[in-house]
């Protein structure tokens, strides 16, 4: 088991930039695969993007491309999710997930941290 807390969440302007880290406690962290998903008020939770246990491969929702990067720290037992060019339309809450494969399906995700708001004003 793998237990998960996200931090780093906040209120940003749009076009800033925010890092959510994600630390894990627990069986070890570099046998998952790592996402982060976000859910807004009224929606369904998404996929933003996953990385793989080695940290080499990557997966990213489109809303993600060319302004969100995935990256992870296996000694440390974090994953962080940096953000820029933030956007009204990124308010929501963050999970960070895991995983026992680099895939955008919820379903696959058996472990969620708590989520870490993060708003975006206009």
């Known amino acids: 088991q793998v237990q998960l807390v996200e931090s780093g969440g906040g209120l940003v302007q749009g076009g800033g930039s925010l890092r959510l880290s994600c630390a894990a406690s627990?069986?070890?962290?570099?046998?998952?695969?790592m996402g982060w998903f976000r859910q807004a008020p009224g929606k369904e939770r998404e996929f933003v993007v996953a990385?793989?246990?080695?940290?080499?491969?990557?997966i990213y929702a489109d809303s993600a491309k060319g302004r969100f990067t995935i990256s992870r720290d296996n000694a440390k037992n974090t994953v962080f999710l940096q953000m820029n060019s933030l956007k009204p339309e990124d308010t929501a809450v963050y999970y960070c997930?895991?995983?026992?494969?680099?895939?955008?399906?919820?379903?696959?995700?058996?472990?969620w941290g708590q989520g870490t708001q993060v708003t975006v004003s206009s």
């Open positions: 990385i793989s246990r080695s940290g080499g491969s990557t």
């Open positions: 627990g069986r070890s962290f570099s046998t998952y695969a």
């Open positions: 997930a895991a995983s026992t494969r680099i895939v955008s399906d919820i379903r696959a995700y058996g472990y």
